[in-house]
Nanobody
Framework: QVQLVESGGGLVQAGGSLRLSCTAS????????MGWFRQAPGKEREFVAA????????MYADSVTGRFTVSRDNAKNTMYLQMNSLKPEDTAVYYCAARAGSSLVMSRVWYDYWGQGTQVTVSS
């Protein structure tokens, strides 16, 4: 069993930055992959970024490549999402997710554990 808790969301103007955090507890993440997803009202939950816990390999959605950076602190069991050059279309609830495997995957169906989400709102 893994518990995930997101934090760091808020209101920011277009062009600004936010850093989201996701802290995991309950199990070791030595062989886990963690990811960020987001869901805007009326839309499907979509992939944002993922990171392999051991090794730190990353993958990004095309829409955020060059603007967002995913990282992790192994000692703190925490994953981060640094979001720069934010756009109004980035507005969504951002969810932290994890899966028991080392593969970097984009589909939400492959992730086993989910946080409750944190709201990110980008104003024009």
């Amino acid at each position: 069993q893994v518990q995930l808790v997101e934090s760091g969301g808020g209101l920011v103007q277009a062009g600004g930055s936010l850093r989201l955090s996701c802290t995991a507890s309950g199990r070791t993440f030595s062989s886990y992959t963690m990811g960020w997803f987001r869901q805007a009202p009326g839309k499907e939950r979509e992939f944002v970024a993922a990171i392999r816990w051991s090794g730190g390999s990353t993958m990004y959605a095309d829409s955020v490549t060059g603007r967002f950076t995913v990282s992790r602190d192994n000692a703190k069991n925490t994953m981060y999402l640094q979001m720069n050059s934010l756009k109004p279309e980035d507005t969504a609830v951002y969810y932290c997710a994890a899966r028991a495997g080392s593969s970097l995957v984009m589909s939400r169906v492959w992730y086993d554990y989910w946080g409750q989400g944190t709201q990110v709102t980008v104003s024009s």
